[in-house]
């Protein structure tokens, strides 16, 4: 049987800087596709000024939560659009997101590392690759780990920096020992199917990532990290079937931050 495609879990809003399209246009390419409903997830306010660049501010989060909601109420009936967040984990600002996901009754939590900023790559990027990808996935971990997130987003996307150096056979020791510390929290990861577009065109993760996701029980949401409205539900029946190859049966979405499974 086909799978019927319910949520996208994954979308952005102009205030990131680098997205298009009002909510409302999501809401409608959602309805065209017979979807039940969006959950919005823009990227979060950071202190600090970091990451500015790709992110609202403080300053616009009320804007985004008007955004979402006059969304909600235009589409009742038709679309559901809920209110979730793309947080950036970085360590030390734990405290800054723990209030922040308080602040709100957000339906979905994206823990994103995100190794391709400026603010990212000072900090940990000391030149060897291999190093760096390894920390990355340490940091998925640890951000699994600290409660904070419902989903892990786009794991594996570290592969598109410095891809000449990625090497899966080198890195899955590393890879396993993350995905083994992310299985004991409970929290799901994202088959993102926007690493398509990426300088590595595969998913985030690839399959043999999700092979593992699998053995260990890691429930998994598919979201396409739409920037536009057209890409709602891209290539979700690709992704669909990659799945079904590593073995899962079921995707999850995220409703009240509650898990729920179709």
């Not at 995905?179 to 993760?205: F, H, Q, W, Y």
């Not at 590593?246 to 009240?256: N, Q």
Request: some cysteine; hydrophobic content about 40%.
């Amino acid at each position: 049987m086909k799978p019927r495609i319910v949520y996208e879990t994954h979308m952005h809003t102009p205030l990131c800087k680098h997205a298009e399209g009002a909510v409302g246009e999501y809401a409608a390419v959602a309805e065209a596709r017979g979807l039940r409903g969006i959950t919005v997830t823009c990227h979060n306010p950071m202190p600090d000024s970091y990451s500015e660049d790709t992110r609202m501010s403080l300053g616009q989060f009320p804007e985004y939560l008007r955004l979402v909601r006059e969304a909600a109420e235009e589409w009742e009936g038709r679309v559901e659009v809920l209110l979730g967040l793309e947080s950036d984990f970085v360590p030390g600002y734990e405290g800054w997101l723990q209030e922040l996901h308080a602040s709100q009754p957000f339906h979905h939590i994206l823990g994103s590392v995100h190794p391709h900023v400026k603010d990212y790559r000072d900090r940990y990027d000391m030149g060897d690759a291999v190093a760096f990808f390894r920390l990355y996935f340490g940091h998925l971990a640890q951000a699994a780990e600290t409660g904070l997130f419902d989903t892990i987003a786009h794991p594996d996307i570290v592969k598109n920096i410095r891809p000449e150096f990625w090497d899966l056979e080198v890195l899955m020791p590393s890879i396993r020992a993350a995905l083994d510390r992310i299985a004991k929290t409970g929290c799901a990861m994202e088959i993102n199917t926007s690493g398509l577009l990426k300088t590595v065109p595969e998913m985030n993760p690839s399959s043999a990532i999700l092979r593992e996701m699998k053995e260990r029980g890691i429930p998994v949401v598919v979201g396409a990290d739409a920037h536009i409205p057209g890409r709602v539900a891209d290539h979700y029946e690709e992704a669909y079937g990659l799945l079904e190859e590593a073995g899962y049966e079921r995707v999850s979405f995220f409703y009240e931050r509650k898990r729920r499974e179709l």
